[in-house]
DNA sequence: CAGTGAGCGAGCTTCCGCTTGACTT
């Protein structure tokens, strides 16, 4: 008897030392953290690391038949999470669910209960927004059941997503390529762009002449000002244009109406995911996967708020410090508190804006990205809650006379600074926005005289190609893709090959200028660059055949509105109107049907064209996508004849190359003549453009060289420098242990295994002796991993 | 390191959204 009291008591005891009173599960580790310091000690933090369950990974995971009944699995990356949260959730009192309140957040509370086999009546489901301690306190007060039906909503979008995907693509391995891939977000992605270059290809510039005057005049202080003014006509003919100057010459100017119109200017909202990928493209030049590291970075240091949102809000917490800092520093008049609406589509708000985790640093310590990105979201974050700008936008209107045509001026002057004084935001707009002059003081009737007025040619220019930001923007619109997802999905086009990140190095183009000046008018040219790209997205051919073949057969899912309309009916669900397998049924049979029928045509899409004869040979020329790519073939395929391929070049598709253009193409491997005795050949192998000479390859420069123009002795050139480099490359050489300049620096290299040389010692005074002993110190650490190649 | 391009057939590929490490040259 006594022994088992005291069993018991132990029991207890022991029992209370293991167990913990409240086990809080949230999806990212570095927000347990920062939420286990509000809570104190009875609550015990931890984090799911996202979803950990999903549909199983190679099969469909759909049970069509059963209901669309959804097959779930714990991958195995996140076997190790679960178990140990299984533990966990068994040795507590208490579990509180405190995933992110949305679709996906609900979700994996689901998945968490279902997964850990909680007892949903007694688990408790918590949501807050921003990560304060008031929002977390009242939310521990106000615990909720998990929702059923945005559970739901989220199984119908995963279900959607995964049927789409993994029906679609097979029917592209059959009917196109291997391995490529379709999908709801990935392919409307792709064709953005492939409608974007087909709007460039069929963009014919017009151009036009604008003229423009600088005029000069005493006013009534006999001051003498000057006045750049533009004319509001534009000319499409050069002879009007002419015509015009001959009018300015024998006209008289003065000055007309002034009219000065006060104005505001507004802060951006703080930033989201897509704004802070857009401005950091474009102040930083940051590409999108690179701003999200980056920013992971800065969270994980608790520097700013979670990077991934799609939400303007920021906490009451937030606007206070931020106006705080603002007062101490600029003064009361910079302080205006504002909370922004969230208006892109598809929001669900589930964070805060992204903003600085303590306003009052300015500037934090870290590599050179992370102060330029943080301090970028600083600025951004205080600026939204100061002041407007108040500025002056003045317009002179300058009279002609006898002439009813006029000139105008216009200038800004900014009144108050407000915001500006901290950030203002880029656009997009190519060449930069000019920026306003302040204008002279003149008065109405004062007269002018024209020192030179010219007329410029200027042509219209298509619109623009995206990058991955303004992707990004315009994917964000369509309320396509997530925060988590917007760089992924740009990732994942270019990994299939659909679309790459490139330059162009635009051409030239004459421009006519007619200037009078003293009465005299003159006509010159000058040159421009036009069509010139930088790290611009550009659909490639296998993008654009991909894409034709979606938009033929399966129009629904690649209509930009196809999401909005899912969405749609995905809200309905969440708000228990619409049963979800319901939806999802209604859903399929017409999408099945178009699989099958897509999957009945015989035909492959191959884009191939018929581009003319070959004059030399009058055999047919064709352009195709071959195995390896897009392809220019001379004559045609029958037994015992072999046609004549060549690659198309990076910057040519399939839809535009030309005849000539094509025959081109052929013209390599060629000779350019003889060197030293050897016979130096062009040529373009597995790794680009080479010069073979001496039977050795030397590889031409990207974006420098041309395979088709270089000369002989631009080559030659190439070979001394490549022969010059190779003889640097060596340091030192002590047999079976080399010191060698690479890429990265110098290094020893030892049996394939390469050793960091430390910064203290000169590599070029090492002795075999001092390279051992740095062997022996880094050689232990691991052996060279090199990877097979697979062939 | 320095082209392939046909056709057959086995076995593989593939989605979107949540999350962070491993990997390093």
Redesign the pocket.
């Given at each position: 008897m006594k022994l088992v009291i005291r069993f018991v008591y132990f029991a207890l005891f022991f029992n209370s030392y293991l167990m913990t009173e409240n086990l809080v599960i949230v999806?990212?580790?570095?927000?347990a953290k920062t939420i286990e310091k509000f809570l104190g000690k009875d609550f015990k933090v931890v984090?799911?690391?996202?979803?950990?369950r999903?549909?199983t990974?190679?099969?469909?995971?759909i049970e069509v038949e059963k209901g669309f009944k959804p097959v779930y699995e714990v991958p195995s990356?996140k076997q190790k999470v679960v178990s140990e949260l299984r533990k966990l959730a068994a040795d507590s009192k208490t579990v509180w669910i405190a995933s992110?309140e949305?679709?996906?957040?609900e979700a994996?509370a689901w998945h968490l209960v279902t997964v850990l086999g909680l007892d949903p009546s007694t688990t408790l489901r918590i949501v807050f927004h921003e990560i304060t301690k008031d929002a977390i306190t009242n939310a521990i007060n106000h615990p909720r059941a998990i929702n059923m039906d945005l559970v739901n909503a989220q199984q119908a979008?995963?279900v959607l997503?995964?049927?789409?995907?993994?029906?679609?693509?097979?029917v592209l391995?059959?009917k196109v390529q291997?391995?490529?891939?379709?999908?709801?977000?990935?392919?409307?992605?792709v064709r953005l762009l492939v409608d974007r270059e087909r709007e460039i290809i069929g963009f014919t510039p017009e151009s036009s002449f604008r003229v423009n005057g600088l005029f000069k005049g005493i006013n009534n202080k006999s001051e003498e000002v000057i006045l750049k003014a533009e004319c509001a006509r534009k000319f499409i003919k050069e002879a009007d244009a002419t015509k015009f100057l001959t009018t300015c010459s024998e006209s008289e100017f003065s000055i007309g109406n002034i009219s000065v119109k006060p104005g505001t200017r507004s802060p951006a909202p703080p930033f989201t995911t897509s704004t802070l990928q857009q401005e950091a493209y474009r102040k930083l030049g940051f590409s999108v996967a690179q701003t999200?590291?980056v920013a992971?970075k800065l969270?994980?240091a608790g520097r700013i708020t979670?990077?991934?949102t799609d939400s303007t809000n920021l906490s009451s917490l937030a606007l206070n410090t931020a106006k705080e800092v603002i007062m101490a520093d600029y003064g009361t008049e910079y302080s205006r508190t504002r909370q922004f609406k969230t208006h892109s589509k598809g929001a669900?708000e589930?964070?805060e804006a992204i903003r600085p985790t303590f306003f009052d640093k300015k500037t934090i310590t870290g590599n050179n990205n992370e102060k330029k990105l943080y301090e970028l979201i600083w600025k951004r974050a205080i600026a939204s809650q100061m002041a407007e700008a108040i500025t002056e936008k003045t317009t002179i209107t300058i009279e002609m006379n006898p002439s009813c045509e006029n000139f105008t001026a216009s200038g800004e002057v900014i009144r108050f600074d407000g915001f500006l004084r901290v950030y203002s935001e880029s656009t997009d707009a190519e060449g930069g926005e000019d920026e306003k002059p302040i204008l002279p003081s003149v008065a109405k009737g004062m007269p002018l005289s024209a020192e030179t007025i010219t007329a410029l040619q200027r042509f219209t220019t298509p619109p623009p190609r995206y990058t991955e930001a303004s992707l990004v923007k315009k994917l964000e619109e369509l309320g396509?893709?997530?925060?988590?997802?917007y760089a992924?999905?740009i990732s994942?086009i270019q990994?299939?090959g659909y679309v790459a990140r490139e330059e162009r190095p635009g051409e030239k183009r004459s421009l006519i200028i007619l200037t009078l000046a003293k009465g005299k008018i003159t006509r010159s040219e000058k040159s421009e660059i036009t069509g010139k790209e930088k790290s611009k997205l550009f659909p490639k051919d296998i993008g654009m055949i991909v894409n034709d073949f979606l938009i033929k057969n399966f129009p629904d899912i690649l209509d930009y509105n196809f999401?909005a309309g899912v969405e749609k009916q995905f809200d309905e669900i969440a708000g228990g109107e619409l049963e979800w397998s319901k939806m999802i049924s209604v859903f399929y049979s017409p999408f099945h049907k178009s699989i099958d029928e897509a999957l009945s045509k015989k035909e492959r899409m191959t884009g191939s064209r018929e581009l003319g004869t070959d004059p030399a040979t009058g055999l047919p020329v064709f352009v195709k996508m071959?195995?390896?790519?897009?392809?220019v073939q001379l004559g045609e395929?029958s037994p015992g004849n072999?046609p004549r391929?060549?690659?198309l070049r990076r910057d040519q598709l399939l839809e535009t190359i030309t005849l000539s253009e094509a025959l081109v193409l052929f013209s390599l491997p060629r000779s350019l003549g003889m060197l030293e005795g050897s016979e130096l050949v062009v040529?373009?192998?597995?790794?680009?453009?080479?010069v073979?000479y001496d039977g050795?390859?030397?590889?031409?420069k990207r974006g420098v060289d041309d395979p088709y123009t270089i000369t002989a002795e631009r080559a030659a050139g190439l070979i001394a420098e490549k022969q010059e480099s190779e003889k640097k490359k060596v340091i030192a050489d002590f047999g079976e242990i080399q010191v060698l300049n690479?890429?990265?620096g110098p290094y020893i290299t030892m049996d394939k295994n390469?050793f960091?040389i430390p910064k203290e010692i000169e590599p070029n005074k090492l002795t075999k002796e001092e390279c051992l002993a740095i062997i022996e110190k880094g050689g232990t650490k691991?052996k060279?991993?090199?990877t097979v190649k697979k062939k």
């Amino acid at each position: 008897m006594k022994l088992v009291i005291r069993f018991v008591y132990f029991a207890l005891f022991f029992n209370s030392y293991l167990m913990t009173e409240n086990l809080v599960i949230v999806e990212s580790p570095a927000k347990a953290k920062t939420i286990e310091k509000f809570l104190g000690k009875d609550f015990k933090v931890v984090s799911s690391f996202g979803h950990i369950r999903d549909l199983t990974k190679n099969k469909l995971g759909i049970e069509v038949e059963k209901g669309f009944k959804p097959v779930y699995e714990v991958p195995s990356d996140k076997q190790k999470v679960v178990s140990e949260l299984r533990k966990l959730a068994a040795d507590s009192k208490t579990v509180w669910i405190a995933s992110d309140e949305d679709r996906e957040g609900e979700a994996i509370a689901w998945h968490l209960v279902t997964v850990l086999g909680l007892d949903p009546s007694t688990t408790l489901r918590i949501v807050f927004h921003e990560i304060t301690k008031d929002a977390i306190t009242n939310a521990i007060n106000h615990p909720r059941a998990i929702n059923m039906d945005l559970v739901n909503a989220q199984q119908a979008r995963r279900v959607l997503d995964r049927l789409v995907g993994f029906e679609i693509s097979p029917v592209l391995w059959k009917k196109v390529q291997p391995s490529l891939s379709a999908g709801r977000v990935q392919s409307v992605a792709v064709r953005l762009l492939v409608d974007r270059e087909r709007e460039i290809i069929g963009f014919t510039p017009e151009s036009s002449f604008r003229v423009n005057g600088l005029f000069k005049g005493i006013n009534n202080k006999s001051e003498e000002v000057i006045l750049k003014a533009e004319c509001a006509r534009k000319f499409i003919k050069e002879a009007d244009a002419t015509k015009f100057l001959t009018t300015c010459s024998e006209s008289e100017f003065s000055i007309g109406n002034i009219s000065v119109k006060p104005g505001t200017r507004s802060p951006a909202p703080p930033f989201t995911t897509s704004t802070l990928q857009q401005e950091a493209y474009r102040k930083l030049g940051f590409s999108v996967a690179q701003t999200m590291s980056v920013a992971q970075k800065l969270y994980e240091a608790g520097r700013i708020t979670y990077m991934r949102t799609d939400s303007t809000n920021l906490s009451s917490l937030a606007l206070n410090t931020a106006k705080e800092v603002i007062m101490a520093d600029y003064g009361t008049e910079y302080s205006r508190t504002r909370q922004f609406k969230t208006h892109s589509k598809g929001a669900q708000e589930a964070h805060e804006a992204i903003r600085p985790t303590f306003f009052d640093k300015k500037t934090i310590t870290g590599n050179n990205n992370e102060k330029k990105l943080y301090e970028l979201i600083w600025k951004r974050a205080i600026a939204s809650q100061m002041a407007e700008a108040i500025t002056e936008k003045t317009t002179i209107t300058i009279e002609m006379n006898p002439s009813c045509e006029n000139f105008t001026a216009s200038g800004e002057v900014i009144r108050f600074d407000g915001f500006l004084r901290v950030y203002s935001e880029s656009t997009d707009a190519e060449g930069g926005e000019d920026e306003k002059p302040i204008l002279p003081s003149v008065a109405k009737g004062m007269p002018l005289s024209a020192e030179t007025i010219t007329a410029l040619q200027r042509f219209t220019t298509p619109p623009p190609r995206y990058t991955e930001a303004s992707l990004v923007k315009k994917l964000e619109e369509l309320g396509i893709g997530r925060p988590s997802t917007y760089a992924p999905i740009i990732s994942t086009i270019q990994a299939r090959g659909y679309v790459a990140r490139e330059e162009r190095p635009g051409e030239k183009r004459s421009l006519i200028i007619l200037t009078l000046a003293k009465g005299k008018i003159t006509r010159s040219e000058k040159s421009e660059i036009t069509g010139k790209e930088k790290s611009k997205l550009f659909p490639k051919d296998i993008g654009m055949i991909v894409n034709d073949f979606l938009i033929k057969n399966f129009p629904d899912i690649l209509d930009y509105n196809f999401t909005a309309g899912v969405e749609k009916q995905f809200d309905e669900i969440a708000g228990g109107e619409l049963e979800w397998s319901k939806m999802i049924s209604v859903f399929y049979s017409p999408f099945h049907k178009s699989i099958d029928e897509a999957l009945s045509k015989k035909e492959r899409m191959t884009g191939s064209r018929e581009l003319g004869t070959d004059p030399a040979t009058g055999l047919p020329v064709f352009v195709k996508m071959s195995k390896y790519g897009p392809v220019v073939q001379l004559g045609e395929a029958s037994p015992g004849n072999k046609p004549r391929f060549a690659n198309l070049r990076r910057d040519q598709l399939l839809e535009t190359i030309t005849l000539s253009e094509a025959l081109v193409l052929f013209s390599l491997p060629r000779s350019l003549g003889m060197l030293e005795g050897s016979e130096l050949v062009v040529g373009t192998g597995k790794f680009g453009p080479y010069v073979r000479y001496d039977g050795k390859f030397y590889s031409l420069k990207r974006g420098v060289d041309d395979p088709y123009t270089i000369t002989a002795e631009r080559a030659a050139g190439l070979i001394a420098e490549k022969q010059e480099s190779e003889k640097k490359k060596v340091i030192a050489d002590f047999g079976e242990i080399q010191v060698l300049n690479g890429r990265y620096g110098p290094y020893i290299t030892m049996d394939k295994n390469n050793f960091r040389i430390p910064k203290e010692i000169e590599p070029n005074k090492l002795t075999k002796e001092e390279c051992l002993a740095i062997i022996e110190k880094g050689g232990t650490k691991k052996k060279s991993t090199k990877t097979v190649k697979k062939k």
